[in-house]
């Protein structure tokens, strides 16, 4: 398992960014999240990947430095973000960045999974489930919907959540708790798994892996 402070120096050899704000961020973006656990989750994936809102894209690339054998389209809709790290990411052929509005624009081909990491609560309340659905046609049978995301409970960390993202990003901010996406998972088909890291962050984090059947019989 890839410890934090080895996905730090992944991230300084693979992302050598000089402007102070954006290394600030870069730092932040990796002390607020259980590094080794959300790695974790791809470890039983294979073949493509797609990130929709990968921002400055930290996490992914240190997750694309940890799975060689993954490959990663991360996309953003904030274009600044992506030129960022299109004209910083260094050393990993296995990752590429593009701009995409996740609630306008999918792509036309399949992948073998998707992974969401904390896009879906910053999307206006009702978009999450008709976005879940579209991106389930989008991932192949076999593969996998991994979203990462924070839960409403307890609800100290959720006010922590809240305040922290007023701050970093604005609205709309949708918290939903993992029950939910369950639910709206379970109902395109997908076998789904629930993970919660121990933490001692104050951000509640969860994550979901959605299974799509080999045969794509209960695909959506
Ligand atoms: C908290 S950041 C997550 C970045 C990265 N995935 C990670 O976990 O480190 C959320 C990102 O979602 C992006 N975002 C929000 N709405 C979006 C949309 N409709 N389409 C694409 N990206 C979006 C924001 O620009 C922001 O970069």
Not at 27 to 33: G, P
Request: aromatic residues 8%; positive net charge; proline residues 8%.
């Amino acid at each position: 398992m890839t410890t934090t402070r080895e996905a730090r120096a992944l991230l300084r050899a693979h992302y050598p960014i000089s402007a102070p704000k954006i290394r600030a961020y870069n730092a932040a973006r990796l002390s607020v999240l259980p590094v080794p656990w959300v790695l974790s989750l791809l470890d039983d994936l294979e073949g493509t990947v797609l990130c929709l809102g990968c921002g400055y894209g930290t996490l992914e690339t240190v997750m694309a430095a940890t799975h060689p054998k993954l490959e990663f389209a991360a996309s953003d809709f904030n274009e600044r973000r992506i030129a960022v790290a299109r004209s910083t990411v260094r050393g990993l052929p296995n990752i590429s960045f593009s701009t995409a509005d996740a609630t306008q624009e999918l792509p036309d081909e399949s992948y073998d999974n998707v992974f969401l990491s904390d896009l879906l609560h910053h999307l206006p309340a009702g978009e999450q489930e008709p976005l879940l659905q579209r991106l389930w046609q989008v991932v192949r049978p076999g593969g996998a919907l991994v979203m990462k995301d924070l839960d409403v409970r307890p609800r100290w960390k959720c006010w922590w959540n809240h305040l922290h993202d007023r701050v970093v990003a604005g609205p709309p901010l949708t918290y939903l708790p993992a029950s939910s996406y369950h639910a709206m998972l379970t109902r395109l088909g997908a076998r789904v798994q629930v993970a919660v890291p121990r933490t001692r962050l104050p951000y509640a984090h969860y994550a979901l892996i959605a299974v799509k059947p080999a045969d794509g019989a209960a695909g959506g």
